[in-house]
């Protein structure tokens, strides 16, 4: 840590860590955009699993099926399942409805997916590669000039910012890495299940909601979860000795490194993706 009133770099010693790190969506897995904040990079799970902890489901992330592909300014941004309930339905270049616009996310993404494909090609020509339209001008037909501006107004105003004006022109989508369903293997106490004293809370956890996650049910993660944490975190505190200070569990990992052959030059925790242009 570093005393920011002295400059002196201090070393800490915590009786109970909590981890809160959030998703992974900026490692761009397969090269999809992503919702997440650019701090959503892994490293907690990767700090928990260097510590002995057990990761759940890391095969198991969800694709938002609505994210934004154009304009590249908001690239990846959410636009809301809201736009479909009122309405709007995914079109293909050919003007083609080719799936419901309520079906579950994993269905709806993966049909969008599938228009865009090299088998099928009914994609739109994107920036960034193929998307499908979703006809939000639909949404005033159907329910009356004005429910745009009163139902969703912050998917007005994102898109006009950038001189798109979604009650009179469809707007381009892509599914969009959203939310991390896997991570580290916690008990009811958010406590990691093979590591004492280390929490975990938030979309760092792995379990929660299976291999998949109903809309909403992420609150679970920060309210329900993060509560349970942080009060047994504060308890465990109160009765815990510290032992001697170790980096132990790093020079473990480091010997695994070296014992599979495996070098590399990059350092975690990792503040920034490394950005570079992908073509889906």
Known sequence: LLNMETGEVMVARAKAVILATGGAGRMHYQGFPTSNHYGATADGLILGYRAGAKLLYQDTLQYHPTGVAFPNQIYGALVTEKVRSLGAKVINREGVAFVHPLETRDVEAAAIIRECSTDRNLGVDAPNGKAVWLDTPMIDMINGEGTIEKRIPAMLRMFGKYGI????????VYPTLHYQNGGLDINV???????????????????IHGRNRLMGNSL????VFGRNAGKAA??????????????KHIEDYAEELKSAGIES?????LLLPHYARHER
């Not at 004006?165 to 381009?172: C, F």
């Not at 106490?189 to 379990?207: D, F, I, K, Q, W």
């Not at 030059?265 to 925790?269: H, I, K, L, T």
């Open 165 to 172: 004006d979604i009650r009179k022109e469809p707007i381009l």
């Open 220 to 223: 679970l993660d920060i309210i």
């Open 265 to 269: 030059e990059d350092v975690s925790p």
């Open 189 to 207: 106490n958010g406590m990691t299940t093979n590591v004492e004293n280390l929490y975990v809370a938030g979309e760092a956890v792995g379990g």
């Open 234 to 247: 504060a308890a465990k505190a109160k009765e815990t000795e510290l032992g001697t200070l170790t980096l």
